[in-house]
């Protein structure tokens, strides 16, 4: 078939329409990427508020949508520690701050560098006496100089995570990526070693003067991670571009990125594996950077796709033959330094002679999301298989992935930001106000449509409804009523999606004893809450996603973050200062450790142990059962009761399984059925045993039915 003289371009456009049908296309790309900004802008922002010299970024395959499903990239995001600052030339140096002075010299390999410490008085270098006498993890001196250590910024770990060389490694929960964190320090100059690359200007006049203008301004990140040949092993800092990298992959075209995508595939098919993985997806992006910058722009079609993919091929074939890969913006950098065996090299060179000389049909042996199957129906050189999802059903799966990973990253910021309030009641108020005020003014100075304002709206509600929670409490002590500042606060916060902050304001009411407005709240709720749309979602540890319902499946694919607010159901969390707009059944959940189990906790991911969380569908139901209670409503109450234990049983995905089953108990008590609310106890303490408040339940039960049994 390879002799029609159309052979390329068929195939060209029938591989162009596979890669379509599993989402490279323009759409599911714009959507990954604004998916994953919006996240990276969260973070800036929850790390703004705390006052911290942290910023962090999302750079890599999940920013760029450079992936497919079954690539499984995993999500990388560099922490860069504002607090030091990395100059290139004396006149950038600041009073009053960490500076480092890059230092290149015949000791350095390309594209890395030393950092030395600099006085934060004058601009002078900090003395080695200061070195003399004490051992520093921090700094080493060498010829003359104090120089920063690479090593020491490496152990950063945070909390689950596995150092892995420079970075900090998260295996993902299900249903999301693993995550890789690199902690760095940023340059606001364009690196020394790049500035011949601004000049430049190759056949395809790409990247054009424009980019190459904002790609200045990024400046550069430093790393810290050796060279292979260097002499300096924990000194070294590797310079990175990933802000105008990223910058460049927001360029490309779809041929481009297709090819790329086709690229990593090919890499993990038949390189790899049988070459110890010395390739990276680096090298590829490189090696696509070097072709589009060194052809015409007009070949880059989809009609043309495997002519491109073989162009890149060859590229990357003559890198390996020459053990020569140099980075785009910093040529005298070798990727491949020192990287691959003599054995290796061989190897990789004859599969890639082999894939370009079929012409395409190696492309029929890719598992990845059936890439080889589809393209060989397409093509018709098989019977059309059925087994492999339809094009609707990938993006279904990839905007639910998307959404789910939003989702989390929202319930992540509230319980970071909740999580740094460990004052008194007063100063807990006073900053949830100084964050809502802050967030509304930045809310305010945005531009009408900008990804800044989109991701503000994300959060901000959450933090209103903790807000009105807070003033309620304190209302409720003290003058037994709600006041309008909190009931403005909780009307704030209550489209922060379709249950937790109408949750929170309907516990309010129901401590303050007007059950007929609670009621009405909760009805809405109840009217709002799809059971085959909506998801819990809940971040407060690491569980397992068992199951995605397909009615919010269907949902993530019609729209982007907006869908949030009337198809996910956030775990409602109060903390202790609001206690009196928690029902006392609940408030056990607030003094669920013991000094023993406190022991066992982790100080940063476990901080909701201090707090009463409860997933939104049973405090929905255990409301409704207190509210029906209190007004007399035996058989709404009965109904409520028989949901909250229809929901325990069948809801897969309730992150506080264990406290919903403590509710339970507690109820059944107050029904009289002793053996099932001693039931509940025991299976809360199977799911957690530690932290639970049913260890005091489960005692309070035994004493009052041994006390109730010496009585009769």
Not at 284 to 309: A, E, G, M
Request: hydrophobic letters at 35%; charged letters at 20%; proline letters at 4%.
């Amino acid at each position: 078939m390879s002799q029609d003289p159309d052979y390329y371009w068929t195939i060209s456009l029938n591989l162009s329409q596979v890669l379509n049908d599993i989402g490279v296309n323009e759409k599911m790309i714009l959507k990954r990427r604004r998916m994953v900004l919006l996240r990276e802008i969260m973070a800036h922002s929850r790390y703004g508020l705390l006052g911290t010299n942290i910023s962090l970024y999302h750079f890599g395959s999940q920013s760029e949508g450079s992936i497919t499903i079954g690539l499984c990239s995993d999500s990388d995001a560099l922490i860069c520690d504002s607090a030091f600052i990395v100059i290139q030339d004396w006149s950038e140096w600041q009073p009053g701050r960490d500076n480092l002075l890059m230092i290149q010299d015949e000791t350095t390999s390309p594209g890395y560098c030393l950092l030395q410490c600099l006085r934060d008085d004058e601009p002078l270098p900090l003395h080695t006496a200061l070195l003399d006498h004490e051992p520093d993890r921090y700094h080493t001196v060498s010829r003359g100089n104090v120089l920063m250590k690479n090593t020491a910024h490496r152990d950063f770990g945070l909390a689950g995570s596995v150092i892995n060389g420079p970075a900090s490694s998260r295996q993902g929960s299900p249903g999301c990526c693993d995550q890789d964190f690199v902690r760095a320090f940023h340059c606001k100059s364009w690196p020394v070693e790049a500035q011949p690359w601004l000049l430049q200007q190759g056949i395809g006049r790409w990247p054009t003067e424009e980019m190459k203008r904002y790609c200045e301004t990024t400046g550069c990140f430093v790393v810290p991670v050796s060279s292979k040949n260097g002499q300096n092993e924990d000194l070294e800092w590797r310079i990175s571009t990933s802000h105008a990298e990223r910058c460049l992959m927001f360029s490309l075209n779809i041929t481009q990125l297709r090819c790329y995508i086709l690229m990593k595939m090919i890499l993990k098919t038949f390189i790899n594996p049988q070459c110890d993985g010395v390739l990276s997806s680096f090298m590829c992006k490189t090696v696509l950077f070097h072709c589009i910058q060194n052809t015409c722009s007009k070949n880059w079609v989809q009609s043309n796709l495997l002519p491109c993919l073989m162009c890149c091929l060859t590229v990357l074939q003559n890198f390996v033959r020459q053990e020569n890969c140099p980075n785009l913006m910093l040529p005298e950098n070798n990727l491949m330094a020192r990287r691959i065996s003599p054995h290796n090299k061989l190897r990789i060179i004859e599969i890639l002679q082999k894939i370009i000389q079929s012409k395409g049909r190696a492309l029929l042996k890719i598992p990845i999301d059936d890439l080889g199957t589809r393209l060989q129906v397409k093509i018709n050189m098989g019977e059309a298989f059925q087994y492999h999802e339809t094009p609707g059903q990938m993006y279904a799966k990839i905007s639910t992935e998307l959404l789910i990973n939003i989702t989390k990253c929202i319930s992540v910021s509230y319980k970071f930001l909740l999580g740094s309030m460990h004052d008194g009641n007063e100063m807990v108020y006073e900053r949830l106000s100084d964050f809502t005020l802050t967030l509304t003014r930045m809310y305010r100075a945005m531009g009408f449509n900008s990804l800044e304002k989109s991701a503000l709206k994300l959060f901000a509600p959450l933090l209103s409804s903790s807000l009105g929670s807070v003033i309620a409490s304190h209302d409720i002590y003290t003058t037994h009523s709600i006041s309008p500042e909190a009931l403005s606060w909780f009307s704030v916060g209550l489209n922060s999606d379709v249950a937790s902050g109408r949750l929170k304001l309907a516990s309010a009411l129901c401590c303050v004893g007007d059950m007929e407005k609670a009621v009405f709240v909760l009805r809405n709720i109840e009217e709002m809450y799809d059971l085959n749309t909506v998801e819990p979602v809940c971040d407060c540890y690491d569980h397992p996603q068992y199951y995605v319902r397909q009615g919010f499946i269907n949902k993530c694919n019609t729209g982007h973050e907006e869908l949030i607010q009337h198809n996910t159901a956030f775990c409602v969390r109060f903390l202790q200062c609001e206690i009196c707009c928690v029902p006392k059944e609940l408030q056990y959940e607030m003094f669920r450790s013991t000094q023993e189990d406190r022991l066992e906790r982790n100080e940063i991911s476990d901080v909701w142990m201090d707090w009463a969380v409860v997933d939104s569908l049973p405090n929905l139901y255990f409301l409704q059962y207190k509210t029906y209670g209190s007004l007399q409503r035996v058989a709404d109450q009965q109904c409520a009761l028989a949901k909250l234990v229809t929901t325990i049983e069948t809801e897969r995905n309730l992150g506080h399984r264990e406290t919903a089953l403590n509710l339970l108990g507690q109820c059944m008590e107050q029904e009289n059925q002793h053996i099932d609310a001693l039931r509940c106890y025991m299976i809360s303490l199977k799911i957690r045993a530690r932290n639970n408040a049913a260890n005091f339940l489960s005692v309070d039960f035994f004493m009052y039915y041994s006390t109730c049994r010496n009585l009769h």
